[in-house]
C-alpha cells in the first residue's frame, strides 16, 4: 500500500507556473505507475499525466501538451507536475494517483488504485 500527498498548489496569474509535487510512502515506489488528474467545480475528474515506473515514458492529455511536464525522482519517492503557461481553465484540485505494475501508462481513472488528497490550482485571468 502507498500512502500520497500533494503539495505545491496555490494562485496564479494566467500565463505563470507551479510546480506540484507529490511524495509516497513505502519502499516499493519504483514499481508504481504515477499519474496527475484534475477536477474542476461541476466537473468529472480528468486525466491530466501519468508517468511509467522508470520515468522513460509518459502520457499527456491533448489540453495540457507543451505546457505541462510530469517526471519523477525514485529516490526521493517523488512525482512532479510542472505547469508552465498556465490557463484559468487549468483552475482545480489536483489529485496524484498510484497503480502497482501495471502492463501500460493509463489514463483511465478507475484504473489507479491510491489517490492523494489533492491540491487546489488556482489561475486567475
Known amino acids: 500500500q502507498v500512502q500520497l500527498v500533494e503539495s505545491g498548489g496555490g494562485l496564479v496569474q494566467a500565463g505563470g507556473s507551479l510546480r506540484l509535487s507529490c511524495s509516497a510512502s513505502?519502499?516499493?515506489?519504483?514499481?508504481?505507475?504515477m499519474g496527475w488528474f484534475r477536477q474542476a467545480p461541476g466537473k468529472e475528474r480528468e486525466f491530466v499525466a501519468s508517468?511509467?515506473?522508470?520515468?522513460?515514458?509518459?502520457l499527456y492529455a491533448d489540453y495540457v501538451k507543451g505546457r505541462f511536464t510530469i517526471s519523477r525522482d525514485n529516490a526521493k519517492n517523488t512525482v512532479y507536475l510542472q505547469m508552465n503557461s498556465l490557463k484559468p481553465e487549468d483552475t482545480a484540485v489536483y489529485y496524484c494517483?498510484?497503480?502497482?505494475?501495471?502492463?501500460?501508462?493509463?489514463?483511465?481513472?478507475?484504473?489507479?488504485?491510491?489517490w492523494g488528497q489533492g491540491t487546489q490550482v488556482t489561475v486567475s485571468s
Open positions: 513505502g519502499r516499493t515506489f519504483d514499481r508504481y505507475v
Open positions: 508517468i511509467s515506473r522508470n520515468g522513460g515514458s509518459t
Open positions: 494517483a498510484a497503480v502497482f505494475s501495471p502492463p501500460s501508462l493509463s489514463p483511465v481513472s478507475g484504473d489507479y488504485d491510491y
